[in-house]
């Protein structure tokens, strides 16, 4: 069944963003995409996480006790509808080894938004709180910063203030590997991150779900390692209904990539759907995780089941 879905944004409404991995590469990136919300009618606050360029570690917004406080209190208090995290990176599983869910009210979801390095966040949310969240575009990049008349942005905003409007994802340009239709809740994202989970206490098993995966800048042979962990997982991979593979940029030879990815999952006995655009370097559909939805690989199809969001609340 569809997870804890947050209401959707509306006008006037207050928003956190945050780091909860690396820091924000240019200052004016994160600038222009602070612009970009506040077009839609969104109040951003931008937390000490998002300005820190790396006081800990080069590749660390802050240490790990601040992104874990700044995540916090983005999650708990009342003021902020909604959590945007400015980047990805790496540090996410560093923010959430110090996380105390106890402080958060599971009953009370808010949209979180993330991509890449966030996907253990966006797991730990499913896990820990019960809450839907949204694989999607970042302030401060690419997509986002660009302005309010990039696709990706317009795609986030339409389910963040519509969700009503946004009743499937097609794909025209994906590939269909393996036919058939299959039913199941919405897991998934960066596969290096759903990979780095195993073993710990925000994993999400596939069992029953639509898996989607994608990642960027990996060699063939790594890329080729974390598919082979991540269909050898026993206790992760059994029993999922569908799998959804988006792109797989800077990661070698697209070709090879791709009989890779066919090799490694075209076996399985599931309805297959590749070289969707949700991921790194395309024009990216928002993939909401924990929704209930039917994937039709043969017309390149995701159907959502249950309404992404709820409506907004008066």
């Not at 879905?5 to 240019?26: E, F, H, I, M």
């Not at 931008?46 to 983005?74: I, K, N, P, W």
């Amino acid at each position: 069944m569809t997870l804890l879905r947050p209401p959707a944004l509306k006008p006037g409404d207050t928003v956190a963003v945050l780091c909860a991995s690396s820091p924000v590469d240019n200052q004016e990136h994160l600038e222009s995409g602070l612009r970009a919300l506040r077009s839609a009618g969104l109040q951003p606050e931008v937390f000490a996480s998002a300005r820190d360029t790396g006081s800990m570690y080069d590749y660390l917004a802050g240490d790990d006790t601040r992104r874990a406080e700044d995540l916090t209190r983005a999650l708990t208090d009342p003021r902020y509808a909604g959590v945007f995290l400015a980047c990805g990176g790496y540090g996410s599983q560093r923010t959430l080894e110090l996380m105390d869910w106890d402080k958060v009210d599971a009953a009370v979801p808010k949209v979180v938004v993330g991509y890449s390095d966030v996907t253990a966040l966006l797991e730990a949310l499913a896990v820990k709180l019960g809450w839907v969240s949204l694989f999607g575009p970042m302030v401060a990049c690419s997509g986002f910063w660009e302005g309010p008349e990039e696709y990706d942005f317009k795609e986030l905003m339409q389910l963040l203030h519509t969700p009503s409007s946004v009743k499937e994802l097609t794909f025209p340009g994906a590939r269909t590997l393996v036919p058939g239709v299959a039913e199941g809740l919405t897991l998934g994202g960066t596969a290096t991150l759903i990979a780095a989970n195993f073993g710990t206490d925000t994993s999400y098993p596939a069992r029953d779900a639509i898996l989607f995966l994608e990642d960027v800048d990996e060699l063939p042979f790594r890329m080729d390692r974390i598919i082979t962990q991540i269909r050898r997982s026993k206790s992760y991979l059994d029993g999922v209904a569908g799998i959804v593979l988006g792109t797989f940029t800077e990661c070698g030879d697209p070709e090879h990539i791709d009989r890779m990815l066919a090799e490694r999952f075209g076996d399985l006995g599931v309805p297959v759907l590749m070289g969707v655009n949700i991921g790194h370097n395309t024009q990216m559909q928002t993939y909401p995780i924990g929704v209930r939805a039917r994937l039709d690989a043969d017309n390149r199809t995701l159907t959502f089941l249950d309404q992404v969001l709820t409506d907004p609340e008066a």
